[in-house]
């Protein structure tokens, strides 16, 4: 009834204008449509008799006098309703506003928690995946423990728990905002419509009074309707805006249930991931994985053994890969893997090792190769009282066999040795204790004062204390340490750093070192002993960066010191120089033999020992165009010995992907000027006459001047895009005697199927000094290659030749050459499916290149032929005069179906004179797990 009430008011008192689709002329969807229906409904207006509206034609006072009869009829059937409306129907109004706003408050809580609760599971989720990730790293470099495995899968089910829970809160609040949404706007609807009678009302009041009395039964009581009126006014007003903040609330909550939505779906994806991951290492938790090789070999040779993979290239610029029998390469002189020898000297490269070997192909051998990436890895903490704890404490891992497991493997299987083995456990630890002091103690403790005093790695302890609170202003540091670097040996020492203004650091060591020192109090006598003691600091002030260091040793054979201090200058923000530097040092010849270091790495010097003397580097940048770079260094040794060097090189960015450089260098020793400091050769081809033993230092300065010009293909203005251009001229050594012209250049094509890559090479050294081998050297070469044509057996071929030839004159006129060809043809879909044919071809001669075996790298830095290893001819030593001609060339056919392979190669070779042959058929099969 009150809605009724509300809208017939509402339609009746601001018709003006009407409009209704069930009268004809009336057009669909009319801004007015509504009112016409309601008061067509009513009984107000019944059309013309032709049943139309026409409602853009005017209207007569006969009309108006009509309708509003009409009206008042209406009206007087239901004004006690209106008045009814003026309190209860307000107050009820009132109260479905004030409890949507409690749901909508309440909703806002259980929202708050829900995202509470998903962010919390968020944070448990990126904690999880974290330690997953170390896990998985762990396995992969081999540790891992299964307790970490179980309690990972313990949280993922907690947190899919958890998940559930917050999307079923996050649907909840969903559905009661929807809910909440509903009732705001049906009731926004009644309060826009009873504001809007309220206004019509009060205008028309005296109209409503003066022609009530004219209407039979009207009621006469309007005084009491305005006063009810004015009565709600204020509440009404009231309710309408807090229904507008409700609907901005529930807006609000819409949009947080929809991002609670979108990271309900993150949350669910990363642990459907977490559990993905868990899944695959509880089903490989060893993290075991390794092959099984099933291979038979044949191999038949004649005379010596030799290499087969120069004949595709692998020695020169454009190659196409190993032979299907390569030996590959090996390390052969126990360099370490970090070492840049590792593999890469003679002897140990591809082109160096023989491949094919004699085996009468009497079996089929199996191989088992096993890989267990998976540590048992163990935290630790302090006790009796876990005050502080350590990671990785002990680790434990199982350890593959060195050779692989042949097969089959007799009944009831084959023990392979003891596998279980203890990687390492800590022997060291740190930090015991909490700042404002550390502690760091046990077999191998580490600390450092400055670059030239103390370095230790030794058992004992170090103690590290931070800055009491009355201290705070000057930030102050104290390590003191001590250690038995060897038997009957301690160092000792205590260093100090305190930073009292910002930028500023100022540092104070001392130390001692003995040995002998068993005896109490030196009762023996003999205790040997050093001290050193020194001052260092730093200071950014402005643009400008200082740092120094002053050390002195006593004890030794000779009271010894370093000195040096170092300006840099931040020209970032200034024209024209990029940066400046200089240096001043003065650091004994003696330093490290009196074992005034204490420890410390003479590689790590700032600055080599024995030499006094000053330096200076410099950028520039002139106006974008030129980069240059200029240097000067003077010192002398304690020897008497002096040398001075300075420099510069520019570089200038032309055009089209083009660019000239420039250098000039110059290197003198005691005032003359030479080939380079390390080997200080003058202008006449004779070493300066040093008064010490030498004279590099730092840096190898050198004497010289060149140009080069280089166009870079890659650049996004390259004049033509792939091709790159390197040329240059030099004159080098004291005399300017040493000239090198030369110009290099490589393209990239691509022409419809095929990829050529072409290069061209040009060099030439002259040395007028008696006595030099001047050479000439051409290159020459390209690789080829095809994407498989769309045809039958869908071929595609690859190829690369490459020639070079160097002329040499010392001792006497002689050419060195080399001549390398190869092609292959490929059957991409050979017959059946995932089947492959390849068929190549490669030969290779050189003549006057070395042809010695087993060059391999002597303790004392030299190479010669040690007798031992492989027969292959070790070219990749250079040229070498009067070798004569060797000459490497075969086949070999690969086919490939479904990962099985079977192999045969023909191939000869002849060394000078020297003959040999071989061939080779292998079928091999491998299984990954």
């Known amino acids: 009834m009150k809605k009724l009430i509300i809208t017939l008011l509402a339609a009746v008192l601001a018709s003006g204008a009407f409009a209704q689709s069930s009268f004809p002329d009336i057009p669909a969807n009319h801004w007015a449509g509504d009112a016409v ?48 409306l003026t309190q209860a129907d307000l107050d009820s109004l009132r109260n479905a506003v004030q409890e949507l706003a409690s749901d909508v408050a309440a909703q806002g809580v259980r929202l708050s928690a829900a995202e509470s609760a998903i962010a919390g599971l968020s944070d448990d989720a990126a904690a999880t995946t974290a330690r997953l990730d170390e896990l998985e790293a762990a396995i992969a470099a081999g540790g891992a423990d299964p307790a970490v495995l179980r309690d990972l899968q313990n949280q993922i089910a907690s947190q899919r728990v958890a998940i559930d829970t917050a999307q079923a809160q996050a649907d909840a609040a969903y559905s009661l905002a929807n809910q909440a949404n509903t009732l705001a706007r049906q009731n926004a609807e009644d309060i826009a419509n009873v504001n809007r009678v309220l206004q019509l009302m009060q205008r028309d009041i005296l109209g409503l009074k003066s ?51 979108a990271s309900d779906a993150e ?39 030799f290499d087969i993979d120069r004949a595709y290239g692998l020695n020169n610029e454009r190659d196409m890969g190993a032979s299907v029998f390569s ?86 299987g084959a023990n392979v040795g003891d596998w279980f083995n203890v990687n390492s456990f800590m022997t060291t630890f740190e930090p015991i204790g909490a700042a404002p002091l550390t502690f760091s103690f046990g077999t191998d403790v580490e600390t450092a004062f400055t670059p030239y005093v103390v370095a230790t790695e030794d058992p004992g302890f170090v103690a590290t204390l931070g800055a009491p609170d009355f201290l705070e202003f000057l930030d102050p540091t104290v390590t003191a340490v001590y250690t038995a670097p060897a038997t009957d040996a301690y160092l000792r020492g205590i260093r100090v750093t305190v930073s009292p203004l910002d930028g500023l650091t100022l540092g104070g060591s001392f130390a001692q070192y003995a040995e002998n020192a068993g005896d109490f109090a030196n009762e023996l006598g003999d205790n ?174 050198n004497t010289g001047f060149g140009v080069t010009l280089d166009h870079d293909g890659a650049a996004d203005n390259a004049l033509i895009s792939g091709l790159n251009i390197s040329a240059g001229y030099s004159m080098t050594e004291a005399d300017y005697s040493r000239t090198t012209l030369f110009v290099d250049a490589d393209y990239g094509l691509n022409v419809s199927i095929v990829s050529l890559t072409p290069y061209v090479g040009y060099r030439s050294v002259t040395d007028i000094d008696a006595g030099a081998d001047d050479t000439t050297t051409l290159r020459v070469g390209a690789g080829l290659s095809t994407t498989p044509l769309d045809v039958f057996l869908a071929p595609s071929l690859v190829g690369a030749v490459n ?123 491998t299984v990954s797990f």
Do not use: C
Request: aromatic content about 10%; glycine content about 10%; overall charge negative.
């Open 327 to 412: 030996s590959g390469v090996a390390e052969v002189n126990g360099d370490p893997r970090t070492s840049s020898r590792y593999r890469t000297e003679h002897d140990e490269v591809a082109q160096d090792r023989d491949d094919i070997y004699t085996s009468s192909g009497d079996d089929i051998s199996a191989t088992l190769r096993l890989s267990f990436a998976y540590d048992f890895g163990f935290d630790g903490e302090g006790s009796p009282n876990r005050l502080n704890s350590f990671e990785g404490v002990v680790d434990f891992s199982l350890t593959r066999p060195s050779a692989g497991i042949a097969g089959p493997l007799p009944s009831g």
């Open 803 to 925: 020639y070079r030839s160097t002329a040499h004159t010392e001792p006497s006129a002689w050419t060195a050459t080399e001549m390398q060809w190869s092609v292959g043809l490929v059957l991409n879909e050979f017959i059946f499916d995932n089947s492959t044919l390849t068929a190549k071809y490669g030969s290779w001669t050189g003549t006057n290149i070395s042809n010695a075996t087993n060059t391999r790298r002597q303790a004392n830095g030299t190479y010669a032929d040690t007798g031992t290893g492989d027969s292959a001819t070790d070219i990749s030593r250079g040229d070498l005069n009067g070798t004569g001609t060797q000459t490497t060339s075969g086949y070999e056919v690969i086919w490939n179906y479904w990962d099985l392979e079977f192999a045969y190669g023909v191939y000869t070779n002849d060394n000078a004179g020297v003959t040999s042959a071989a061939q080779a058929f292998s079928i091999s099969y």
């Open 37 to 84: 229906d309601r008061i067509a409904d009513l009984g107000i207006v019944i059309g013309f008799p032709d049943g139309t509206f026409r409602g853009n034609e005017a209207f007569t006072r006969y009309q108006a006098a009509l309708v509003v009869s009409r009206m008042l009829d209406v009206f007087n059937d239901n004004v006690n309703a209106a008045l009814a």
């Open 211 to 261: 022609g009530a009395g004219a209407v039979e039964g009207a009621p006469t009581d309007l005084a009491g309707v305005n006063a009810a009126i004015e009565r709600n006014r204020s509440d009404i007003a009231n309710i309408r805006e807090f229904v507008i903040l409700l609907r901005r609330d529930q807006v609000a909550l819409r949009d947080r249930v929809a991002a609670l939505e």
């Open 528 to 701: 040997d002993e050093v001290t050193v003691f020194g001052v260092d600091g730093s200071l950014s002030l402005s643009i400008f960066d200082l740092g120094f260091e002053w050390a002195q040793g006593s004890g030794g054979v000779d009271t010894e010191s370093v000195l040096y201090a170092e300006l840099g200058i931040d020209a970032s923000g200034l024209p024209i120089i990029d940066s400046l530097e200089a240096n001043y040092r003065n650091i004994s010849a003696d330093w490290t033999a009196n074992g005034y270091n204490l420890g410390a790495s003479a590689t790590g010097f700032p600055y080599a020992e024995d030499q006094a003397g000053f330096g200076v580097n410099a950028g520039f940048d002139l106006f974008g165009l030129v980069d240059l770079a200029a240097y000067f260094d003077s010192y002398s040794t304690e020897a008497g010995d002096d040398a001075t060097a300075f420099g510069v090189d520019a570089d200038v960015n032309l055009f089209a992907g083009f660019s000239l450089g420039g250098w000039f260098h110059q290197a003198s020793v005691n005032g003359t000027v030479v080939d380079n400091l390390r080997t200080y050769v003058d202008a006449d081809e004779n070493p300066v006459a040093l008064a010490g033993a030498d004279i590099e230092r730092d840096n190898n300065w």
């Open 267 to 305: 949350q669910a994806a990363a642990i459907a991931d977490l559990q993905d991951r868990v899944t695959a290492l509880e089903e490989n938790p060893l993290g075991i994985s390794g092959t099984i090789s099933v291979d038979y070999y044949v191999g038949r040779t004649t005379g010596p053994l």
